[in-house]
Nanobody, 123 residues
Framework: QVELVESGGGLVQAGGSLRLSCAAS????????VGWFRQAPGKEREFVSG????????FYANSVKGRFTISRDNAENTVYLQMNSLKLEDTAVYYC????????????????WGKGTLVTVSS
């Protein structure tokens, strides 16, 4: 079992920045992949960014490429999502998810999920 706890959400003005954290505990492994997903009201959950823990390879949705940066801290077992130049449409609950197998970034195949952290971008 892997436990994931997100933090760092909040209210920010458009153009501002936030850094989300995802702390992992339990039966973690360097083979895991960790992704950030988000779900806005009335919309389906969507992939935002992901990282392969062992290699450090990163992936981004087109909508956030160039604005968001995902990174990991091996010592802290934590994955970060630095979000810059935030837009109104980035408003959502952001979830951290992990899976021991790297297949695709579909939210349906991620095994472990955190409870989410709310990001609200205001004008």
């Amino acid at each position: 079992q892997v436990e994931l706890v997100e933090s760092g959400g909040g209210l920010v003005q458009a153009g501002g920045s936030l850094r989300l954290s995802c702390a992992a505990s339990g039966r973690t492994s360097s083979r895991y992949v960790v992704g950030w997903f988000r779900q806005a009201p009335g919309k389906e959950r969507e992939f935002v960014s992901g990282i392969v823990w062992s290699s450090g390879n990163t992936f981004y949705a087109n909508s956030v490429k160039g604005r968001f940066t995902i990174s990991r801290d091996n010592a802290e077992n934590t994955v970060y999502l630095q979000m810059n130049s935030l837009k109104l449409e980035d408003t959502a609950v952001y979830y951290c998810a992990a899976d021991p197998v790297f297949g695709s970034w579909s939210p349906h195949r991620m095994r472990y999920w955190g409870k989410g952290t709310l990001v609200t971008v205001s004008s």
